[in-house]
Protein backbone atom coordinates (compact mmCIF):
# COMPACT_ATOMS: atom_id res chain seq x y z
CA UNK A 1 0.00 0.00 0.00
CA UNK A 2 2.42 2.63 1.16
CA UNK A 3 4.65 2.59 -2.50
CA UNK A 4 1.30 4.19 -4.06
CA UNK A 5 1.73 6.98 -1.69
CA UNK A 6 3.14 10.28 -2.67
CA UNK A 7 6.04 11.84 -0.58
CA UNK A 8 3.44 14.60 0.97
CA UNK A 9 1.44 11.65 1.69
CA UNK A 10 3.76 10.02 3.49
CA UNK A 11 5.28 12.80 5.48
CA UNK A 12 1.27 13.37 6.57
CA UNK A 13 1.11 9.53 7.59
CA UNK A 14 4.58 10.06 9.75
CA UNK A 15 2.80 13.48 11.27
CA UNK A 16 -0.45 11.61 12.58
CA UNK A 17 1.56 8.88 14.16
CA UNK A 18 3.78 11.59 16.17
CA UNK A 19 0.71 13.30 16.86
CA UNK A 20 -0.77 10.07 18.04
CA UNK A 21 2.01 9.50 20.69
CA UNK A 22 0.44 11.87 22.88
CA UNK A 23 -2.39 9.65 23.63
CA UNK A 24 -2.86 9.43 27.25
CA UNK A 25 -4.03 5.27 26.50
CA UNK A 26 -1.44 2.87 26.96
CA UNK A 27 -2.75 0.84 23.51
CA UNK A 28 -3.08 4.14 21.70
CA UNK A 29 0.64 4.56 22.15
CA UNK A 30 1.67 1.49 21.81
CA UNK A 31 -0.03 1.00 18.22
CA UNK A 32 1.84 4.69 17.26
CA UNK A 33 4.87 3.34 19.00
CA UNK A 34 5.00 -0.34 16.64
CA UNK A 35 4.15 2.17 13.37
CA UNK A 36 6.94 4.84 14.17
CA UNK A 37 9.16 1.77 14.88
CA UNK A 38 8.90 0.62 11.51
CA UNK A 39 9.22 4.38 10.08
CA UNK A 40 12.73 4.19 11.77
CA UNK A 41 13.66 0.89 9.95
CA UNK A 42 12.61 2.42 6.38
CA UNK A 43 13.94 6.07 7.10
CA UNK A 44 14.92 7.06 3.03
CA UNK A 45 11.17 5.97 2.45
CA UNK A 46 9.46 7.84 5.58
CA UNK A 47 11.23 10.23 7.01
CA UNK A 48 12.29 12.22 3.64
CA UNK A 49 10.68 15.65 4.96
CA UNK A 50 13.25 16.36 7.66
CA UNK A 51 11.75 19.71 8.10
CA UNK A 52 7.81 18.89 8.34
CA UNK A 53 8.66 15.84 10.42
CA UNK A 54 11.48 18.15 12.68
CA UNK A 55 8.71 21.09 12.93
CA UNK A 56 5.79 18.61 14.43
CA UNK A 57 8.12 16.81 16.98
CA UNK A 58 8.68 20.53 18.09
CA UNK A 59 4.99 21.23 18.02
CA UNK A 60 3.95 18.17 20.03
CA UNK A 61 7.46 17.60 22.28
CA UNK A 62 5.21 19.29 24.98
CA UNK A 63 2.31 16.81 25.20
CA UNK A 64 4.08 14.23 25.01
CA UNK A 65 4.51 13.02 28.65
CA UNK A 66 4.14 9.03 28.95
CA UNK A 67 7.94 7.73 28.94
CA UNK A 68 7.78 4.85 26.42
CA UNK A 69 6.46 7.61 23.91
CA UNK A 70 9.10 10.17 24.69
CA UNK A 71 12.16 7.19 24.07
CA UNK A 72 10.12 6.56 20.91
CA UNK A 73 10.74 10.19 20.10
CA UNK A 74 14.03 10.45 21.09
CA UNK A 75 14.88 6.95 19.09
CA UNK A 76 12.99 8.81 16.16
CA UNK A 77 15.41 12.13 16.43
CA UNK A 78 18.63 9.98 16.58
CA UNK A 79 17.43 8.10 13.20
CA UNK A 80 16.88 11.63 11.60
CA UNK A 81 20.31 12.66 12.99
CA UNK A 82 22.60 10.28 11.81
CA UNK A 83 20.59 9.95 8.56
CA UNK A 84 20.21 13.24 7.68
CA UNK A 85 22.42 15.75 10.07
CA UNK A 86 22.56 18.89 7.64
CA UNK A 87 19.21 18.99 7.14
CA UNK A 88 18.36 18.18 10.77
CA UNK A 89 20.33 21.46 12.11
CA UNK A 90 19.34 23.35 10.03
CA UNK A 91 15.25 22.61 10.86
CA UNK A 92 16.36 23.16 14.38
CA UNK A 93 18.12 26.28 14.12
CA UNK A 94 15.07 27.71 12.01
CA UNK A 95 11.98 26.74 14.26
CA UNK A 96 13.70 26.69 17.77
CA UNK A 97 14.72 29.99 18.98
CA UNK A 98 16.78 30.78 22.10
CA UNK A 99 14.48 29.79 25.37
CA UNK A 100 11.79 28.04 23.45
CA UNK A 101 11.14 24.93 25.69
CA UNK A 102 10.69 22.73 23.28
CA UNK A 103 13.54 23.71 21.21
CA UNK A 104 15.48 23.05 23.90
CA UNK A 105 14.41 19.39 24.71
CA UNK A 106 14.76 18.56 21.15
CA UNK A 107 18.57 19.72 21.69
CA UNK A 108 18.86 17.87 25.16
CA UNK A 109 17.81 14.62 23.25
CA UNK A 110 20.25 14.81 20.89
CA UNK A 111 22.90 15.95 22.34
CA UNK A 112 23.25 13.41 25.19
CA UNK A 113 24.60 10.96 22.87
CA UNK A 114 28.00 11.40 21.56
CA UNK A 115 27.55 9.63 17.74
CA UNK A 116 25.02 12.86 17.47
CA UNK A 117 26.85 15.43 19.43
CA UNK A 118 29.96 14.57 16.87
CA UNK A 119 27.41 14.96 13.62
CA UNK A 120 25.75 18.20 14.95
CA UNK A 121 29.05 19.77 16.27
CA UNK A 122 30.20 19.27 12.44
CA UNK A 123 27.12 20.75 10.85
CA UNK A 124 27.17 23.78 13.19
CA UNK A 125 30.89 24.25 12.30
CA UNK A 126 30.09 23.94 8.87
CA UNK A 127 27.53 26.96 9.13
CA UNK A 128 29.66 28.78 10.68
CA UNK A 129 32.51 28.64 8.47
CA UNK A 130 30.04 29.25 5.31
CA UNK A 131 28.75 32.56 7.55
CA UNK A 132 32.59 33.73 7.60
CA UNK A 133 33.13 32.74 3.66
CA UNK A 134 30.00 33.69 2.61
CA UNK A 135 28.65 37.37 3.14
CA UNK A 136 24.88 36.30 1.91
CA UNK A 137 24.24 34.19 4.79
CA UNK A 138 22.28 35.99 7.32
CA UNK A 139 24.12 37.06 10.04
CA UNK A 140 21.63 35.49 12.36
CA UNK A 141 22.45 32.45 11.01
CA UNK A 142 26.14 32.43 12.86
CA UNK A 143 24.16 33.53 16.33
CA UNK A 144 22.43 30.81 16.45
CA UNK A 145 24.82 28.20 15.47
CA UNK A 146 27.14 29.84 18.21
CA UNK A 147 23.82 29.78 21.10
CA UNK A 148 23.26 25.89 20.11
CA UNK A 149 26.77 24.81 20.26
CA UNK A 150 26.16 26.38 23.93
CA UNK A 151 23.72 23.33 24.39
CA UNK A 152 26.48 21.00 23.39
CA UNK A 153 27.76 21.47 27.12
CA UNK A 154 25.01 20.82 29.15
CA UNK A 155 22.35 17.76 29.65
CA UNK A 156 20.52 19.06 32.58
CA UNK A 157 20.36 21.90 31.81
CA UNK A 158 16.85 24.67 32.11
CA UNK A 159 15.52 26.48 29.57
CA UNK A 160 15.21 29.56 31.21
CA UNK A 161 18.97 29.93 31.68
CA UNK A 162 19.34 30.53 28.17
CA UNK A 163 18.69 34.19 27.70
CA UNK A 164 21.64 35.19 25.34
CA UNK A 165 23.47 31.37 25.49
CA UNK A 166 27.13 31.75 24.95
CA UNK A 167 27.50 35.46 26.23
CA UNK A 168 28.27 37.08 29.20
CA UNK A 169 25.19 36.47 31.10
CA UNK A 170 24.80 32.45 30.63
CA UNK A 171 25.06 30.92 33.56
CA UNK A 172 28.60 29.95 35.02
CA UNK A 173 27.82 26.16 35.37
CA UNK A 174 26.94 26.05 31.80
CA UNK A 175 29.95 27.51 30.92
CA UNK A 176 32.38 25.46 32.65
CA UNK A 177 30.29 22.59 30.90
CA UNK A 178 30.26 23.67 27.59
CA UNK A 179 34.36 24.60 27.91
CA UNK A 180 34.88 20.91 29.10
CA UNK A 181 33.19 20.04 26.30
CA UNK A 182 34.97 21.63 23.94
CA UNK A 183 38.28 20.91 25.29
CA UNK A 184 37.48 17.18 25.01
CA UNK A 185 36.77 17.93 21.11
CA UNK A 186 40.14 20.20 20.40
CA UNK A 187 42.16 17.01 21.50
CA UNK A 188 41.05 15.44 18.07
CA UNK A 189 42.97 16.94 15.14
CA UNK A 190 39.96 16.59 13.09
CA UNK A 191 37.50 19.03 15.38
CA UNK A 192 39.89 20.80 16.31
CA UNK A 193 40.65 22.47 13.40
CA UNK A 194 37.44 23.07 12.28
CA UNK A 195 36.81 24.67 15.86
CA UNK A 196 38.98 27.51 14.76
CA UNK A 197 35.90 29.76 13.73
CA UNK A 198 34.57 29.68 17.33
CA UNK A 199 38.06 31.28 18.87
CA UNK A 200 37.01 34.98 18.74
CA UNK A 201 33.79 33.39 20.85
CA UNK A 202 36.06 31.52 22.91
CA UNK A 203 38.35 34.56 23.38
CA UNK A 204 35.36 36.17 24.89
CA UNK A 205 35.01 34.31 27.92
CA UNK A 206 39.04 35.30 29.15
CA UNK A 207 37.06 38.80 30.30
CA UNK A 208 35.10 36.11 32.84
CA UNK A 209 36.80 36.43 36.70
CA UNK A 210 36.19 33.00 37.17
CA UNK A 211 39.61 30.95 37.56
CA UNK A 212 38.42 27.62 35.91
CA UNK A 213 36.85 29.20 32.73
CA UNK A 214 40.64 30.99 31.60
CA UNK A 215 41.97 27.60 32.47
CA UNK A 216 39.35 25.70 30.46
CA UNK A 217 39.76 28.65 27.54
CA UNK A 218 44.21 28.32 28.06
CA UNK A 219 44.05 24.74 27.30
CA UNK A 220 41.36 25.03 24.59
CA UNK A 221 44.01 27.51 22.95
CA UNK A 222 46.81 25.19 23.55
CA UNK A 223 45.28 21.90 22.06
CA UNK A 224 44.09 23.58 19.16
CA UNK A 225 47.44 25.04 18.38
CA UNK A 226 49.07 21.93 18.14
CA UNK A 227 46.78 20.70 15.93
CA UNK A 228 47.38 23.79 13.61
CA UNK A 229 49.88 23.92 10.45
CA UNK A 230 52.51 26.17 11.22
CA UNK A 231 51.17 28.62 8.31
CA UNK A 232 47.69 28.69 10.06
CA UNK A 233 48.77 28.73 13.93
CA UNK A 234 50.94 31.85 13.26
CA UNK A 235 48.91 34.87 12.57
CA UNK A 236 46.44 33.36 15.54
CA UNK A 237 49.12 33.47 17.60
CA UNK A 238 50.20 36.96 17.19
CA UNK A 239 46.72 37.80 18.01
CA UNK A 240 46.41 35.95 21.42
CA UNK A 241 49.64 36.91 22.43
CA UNK A 242 47.68 39.95 23.56
CA UNK A 243 44.74 38.23 25.58
CA UNK A 244 47.84 35.74 27.28
CA UNK A 245 49.80 38.82 29.31
CA UNK A 246 47.25 39.97 31.35
CA UNK A 247 46.78 36.18 32.93
CA UNK A 248 50.51 36.80 34.09
CA UNK A 249 49.98 37.96 37.32
CA UNK A 250 46.73 35.80 38.32
CA UNK A 251 46.10 35.28 41.69
CA UNK A 252 46.15 30.72 40.70
CA UNK A 253 49.33 29.40 40.23
CA UNK A 254 48.08 26.99 37.58
CA UNK A 255 46.39 30.08 35.85
CA UNK A 256 49.73 31.83 35.62
CA UNK A 257 51.81 28.74 34.95
CA UNK A 258 49.40 28.13 31.73
CA UNK A 259 49.10 31.55 30.78
CA UNK A 260 53.26 31.41 30.59
CA UNK A 261 53.65 28.29 28.55
CA UNK A 262 51.32 29.55 26.36
CA UNK A 263 53.30 32.35 25.81
CA UNK A 264 56.13 30.58 24.94
CA UNK A 265 54.16 28.23 22.57
CA UNK A 266 52.82 31.09 20.66
CA UNK A 267 56.12 32.70 20.22
CA UNK A 268 57.80 29.40 18.96
CA UNK A 269 54.99 29.03 16.65
CA UNK A 270 55.41 31.87 14.21
CA UNK A 271 56.42 32.18 10.68
CA UNK A 272 58.90 34.52 9.20
CA UNK A 273 56.25 37.59 7.70
CA UNK A 274 54.46 37.45 11.26
CA UNK A 275 58.00 37.96 13.16
CA UNK A 276 57.98 41.44 13.03
CA UNK A 277 54.86 42.39 14.55
CA UNK A 278 54.66 39.61 17.09
CA UNK A 279 58.50 41.00 18.25
CA UNK A 280 56.84 44.47 19.50
CA UNK A 281 53.91 42.34 21.41
CA UNK A 282 56.80 39.92 23.18
CA UNK A 283 58.42 42.76 24.44
CA UNK A 284 55.57 43.97 26.84
CA UNK A 285 56.06 40.63 28.51
CA UNK A 286 59.83 40.59 29.17
CA UNK A 287 59.54 42.27 32.56
CA UNK A 288 56.47 40.20 33.68
CA UNK A 289 58.49 37.07 32.57
CA UNK A 290 61.98 38.14 34.17
CA UNK A 291 59.98 39.14 37.68
CA UNK A 292 57.90 35.41 37.69
CA UNK A 293 61.20 33.54 37.38
CA UNK A 294 61.61 34.31 41.24
CA UNK A 295 57.43 32.95 41.30
CA UNK A 296 57.14 31.55 44.68
CA UNK A 297 55.41 28.25 42.61
CA UNK A 298 58.43 26.67 41.01
CA UNK A 299 56.71 25.33 38.06
CA UNK A 300 55.65 29.09 37.17
CA UNK A 301 59.38 30.13 37.99
CA UNK A 302 60.20 27.60 36.09
CA UNK A 303 57.94 28.50 32.65
CA UNK A 304 58.47 31.64 33.15
CA UNK A 305 62.57 31.01 32.55
CA UNK A 306 61.29 29.10 29.52
CA UNK A 307 59.20 31.76 28.06
CA UNK A 308 61.95 34.53 28.48
CA UNK A 309 64.42 32.07 26.58
CA UNK A 310 61.67 31.87 23.66
CA UNK A 311 61.45 35.72 23.72
CA UNK A 312 65.25 36.16 23.26
CA UNK A 313 65.05 33.50 20.70
CA UNK A 314 62.52 35.48 18.79
CA UNK A 315 64.15 39.33 19.82
CA UNK A 316 67.64 37.90 18.60
CA UNK A 317 68.80 39.13 22.02
CA UNK A 318 71.71 36.30 22.30
CA UNK A 319 73.57 37.52 25.43
CA UNK A 320 69.75 37.95 26.90
CA UNK A 321 69.06 34.26 25.90
CA UNK A 322 72.69 33.30 27.91
CA UNK A 323 71.81 35.37 31.21
CA UNK A 324 68.75 33.06 31.58
CA UNK A 325 69.98 31.39 34.16
CA UNK A 326 69.39 31.13 37.52
CA UNK A 327 72.72 32.21 38.63
CA UNK A 328 73.24 34.84 36.03
CA UNK A 329 69.28 36.47 37.65
CA UNK A 330 70.39 40.20 38.23
CA UNK A 331 72.84 39.75 35.11
CA UNK A 332 69.58 39.59 32.74
CA UNK A 333 67.92 42.58 34.74
CA UNK A 334 70.76 44.70 34.01
CA UNK A 335 70.52 43.27 29.82
CA UNK A 336 67.18 44.70 29.98
CA UNK A 337 67.93 48.22 31.16
CA UNK A 338 70.71 48.61 28.88
CA UNK A 339 69.54 46.60 26.16
CA UNK A 340 67.24 49.72 24.93
CA UNK A 341 67.99 52.68 27.34
CA UNK A 342 65.07 54.52 26.10
CA UNK A 343 63.08 51.79 27.25
CA UNK A 344 64.50 51.33 30.68
CA UNK A 345 61.99 54.05 32.18
CA UNK A 346 59.09 51.98 30.66
CA UNK A 347 60.51 49.05 32.34
CA UNK A 348 60.58 51.18 35.91
CA UNK A 349 57.04 52.26 35.24
CA UNK A 350 55.90 48.74 34.32
CA UNK A 351 58.00 47.30 37.63
CA UNK A 352 55.74 49.31 40.27
CA UNK A 353 52.65 47.19 40.48
CA UNK A 354 55.00 44.27 41.83
CA UNK A 355 55.77 46.44 44.32
CA UNK A 356 52.21 45.52 45.86
CA UNK A 357 52.20 41.88 44.85
CA UNK A 358 51.08 39.74 47.02
CA UNK A 359 54.38 37.62 46.81
CA UNK A 360 57.04 38.75 48.83
CA UNK A 361 59.74 36.88 46.47
CA UNK A 362 57.78 39.32 44.34
CA UNK A 363 57.77 42.19 45.80
CA UNK A 364 61.87 41.68 47.11
CA UNK A 365 62.39 41.02 42.87
CA UNK A 366 60.67 45.02 42.02
CA UNK A 367 63.20 46.34 44.44
CA UNK A 368 65.94 44.78 43.44
CA UNK A 369 64.97 45.83 39.84
CA UNK A 370 63.71 49.35 41.12
CA UNK A 371 66.86 49.98 42.53
CA UNK A 372 68.85 48.65 39.46
CA UNK A 373 67.53 50.72 37.00
CA UNK A 374 67.28 54.11 39.59
CA UNK A 375 71.15 54.56 38.29
CA UNK A 376 70.07 55.78 34.76
CA UNK A 377 67.91 57.92 35.90
CA UNK A 378 69.52 59.45 38.65
CA UNK A 379 71.02 62.32 35.82
CA UNK A 380 67.86 62.16 33.88
CA UNK A 381 64.61 62.24 35.55
CA UNK A 382 64.20 63.92 39.34
CA UNK A 383 60.68 63.47 39.39
CA UNK A 384 60.44 60.02 38.07
CA UNK A 385 63.19 59.17 40.75
CA UNK A 386 60.58 61.17 43.27
CA UNK A 387 58.00 58.98 42.10
CA UNK A 388 59.93 55.84 42.37
CA UNK A 389 60.67 56.81 46.09
CA UNK A 390 57.10 57.27 46.79
CA UNK A 391 55.79 53.96 45.52
CA UNK A 392 58.87 52.59 47.73
CA UNK A 393 57.72 53.86 51.17
CA UNK A 394 54.70 52.19 52.02
CA UNK A 395 57.07 48.85 52.22
CA UNK A 396 58.75 50.53 55.11
CA UNK A 397 56.12 48.67 57.12
CA UNK A 398 55.79 45.35 54.83
CA UNK A 399 54.75 42.20 56.95
CA UNK A 400 57.89 40.60 55.39
CA UNK A 401 61.08 41.46 56.91
CA UNK A 402 62.85 40.97 53.69
CA UNK A 403 60.78 43.46 52.02
CA UNK A 404 60.98 46.37 55.02
CA UNK A 405 64.94 45.71 55.20
CA UNK A 406 65.37 46.23 51.55
CA UNK A 407 63.29 49.11 50.51
CA UNK A 408 65.27 50.63 53.64
CA UNK A 409 68.48 50.34 51.96
CA UNK A 410 66.92 51.14 48.82
CA UNK A 411 65.48 54.33 49.67
CA UNK A 412 68.97 55.52 51.81
CA UNK A 413 70.75 54.71 49.11
CA UNK A 414 68.31 56.90 45.94
CA UNK A 415 68.27 59.47 48.36
CA UNK A 416 71.14 59.99 49.24
CA UNK A 417 73.17 63.04 47.61
CA UNK A 418 74.37 62.55 44.29
CA UNK A 419 77.54 64.13 44.84
CA UNK A 420 78.53 60.93 46.87
CA UNK A 421 81.18 59.18 43.59
CA UNK A 422 80.15 55.58 45.33
CA UNK A 423 76.14 55.81 44.99
CA UNK A 424 75.76 53.84 41.48
CA UNK A 425 78.25 51.00 42.83
CA UNK A 426 76.15 50.70 45.58
CA UNK A 427 73.09 50.31 44.11
CA UNK A 428 74.47 47.27 42.13
CA UNK A 429 76.22 45.66 44.86
CA UNK A 430 72.47 45.57 46.75
CA UNK A 431 70.82 44.67 43.90
CA UNK A 432 73.09 41.14 43.29
Not at 325 to 353: C, F, G
Not at 366 to 374: E, W
Not at 390 to 418: C, G, H, M
Amino acid sequence: FAEYLRPFEKTDIVIVVIEALRDSSIFGTGAARNILDLFMRYPDFWLEDVPKIMSCIQENMACINMEPAKQSVEALLLVLTEQYPTKVVMSLLKISPTGDSAGMAIWKVMLSIPQALEKILKELLSRLQAVKSNSLVPLDTEEACITHLALMASIEFQAEEFGDAYQRHASLVLVCLLLRRLITLSERRATARKMQVLLPHIVEFLEDGHTDIKMNVLVIFRNMMSHLEREEASPIAVQLVEEVLPLFEAESSRLRELSISLFRDLVETLVKKDKRMMKKKVQRGLLPLFFHTHDGTESVAKASGEALLAAAELLKWKELKHLVQPQQTWSTAERLLMQDRRRAEEYMTQSLPYLKNAQPTLRVAAIRFIGLGARLLRDQNEKKLQDICSALKPLLNDAEPSVESLAAQTLLILETPRRQPTSGWSLRTLCC
